[in-house]
């Protein structure tokens, strides 16, 4: 059975950087496109980012364009999202998802920007 | 970009009675190429991550009960369940993944009367 666990959120200042961690397992991760969701406190469903099964396109919501950078390493059947430049208003639950239609979800990871 | 606009916000439906959803998109995700919609529906219990319930508007995911169903094509969709047990408490939500920026309806909390 497919597999997702997020790893790397916690409570960062203002302007600060942190990389999120999304590890796969049960499935072949080569062959699936992976998108990055979030979910602020007491909020709705945010889609942040999607990155093709190569790693070749990247794909940013609006609100992360330029701060954001999504990656992937085939090879470590690992995800990331690279967040620089964080702001109050990115705190939330950050969840990996497997596919265009989000099939599978990882637990989430919460990240916290406060000074 | 597309908005997806869920109905209602909330909905209060007795057990074993019938709990629709609705969900209309700003511009249709019907592909015309391979006439699928590309819309699904999610099912988040507090503190739980997402689960998919529906896919294609109307492909019901494995091991998903069949009193969840989807339907509608283009621009308008349902998400109906038939007789709703105490388990299905939870907020619903629907999802455009036809282009990117992918969107998300605001989500409806249905809860028991």
């Known amino acids: 059975e497919a597999q997702l666990v997020e790893s790397g959120g916690g409570l960062v200042q203002p302007g600060g950087s942190l990389r999120l961690s999304c590890t796969a397992a049960g499935f072949t991760f080569n062959t699936y496109e992976m998108n990055w969701v979030r979910q602020a406190p007491g909020k709705g469903l945010e889609w942040v980012s999607t990155i093709s099964n190569g790693g070749g396109n990247t794909y940013y919501a609006d609100s992360v364009k330029g701060r954001f950078t999504t990656s992937r390493d085939n090879a470590k059947n690992t995800l990331y999202l690279q967040m620089d430049g964080l702001r109050a208003e990115d705190t939330a639950i950050y969840y990996c998802?497997?596919?265009?239609?989000?099939?599978?979800w990882g637990q989430g990871t919460l990240v916290y920007v406060s000074s | 970009d597309i908005v997806m606009t869920q109905s209602p916000d909330s909905l209060a439906v007795s057990l074993g009675e019938r709990a629709t959803i609705n969900c209309k998109s700003s511009?249709?995700?019907?592909?015309?190429?391979?006439?699928?919609?590309?819309l699904g529906w999610y099912q988040q219990k507090p503190g739980q991550p997402p689960k998919l319930l529906i896919y294609w508007a109307s492909t019901r995911e494995s091991g998903v009960p069949d009193r969840f169903s989807g339907s509608g094509s283009g621009t308008d969709f349902t998400l109906t369940i038939s007789s709703l047990q105490a388990e299905d408490v939870a907020v619903y939500y629907c999802?455009?993944?036809?282009?990117?920026?992918?969107?998300f309806g605001q989500g409806t909390k249905v809860e028991i009367k």
């Open positions: 999802h455009q993944y036809y282009t990117t920026p992918r969107t």
């Open positions: 998802a497997r596919q265009s239609s989000l099939a599978y």
């Open positions: 511009q249709s995700v019907l592909y015309s190429s391979n006439n699928k919609n590309y």
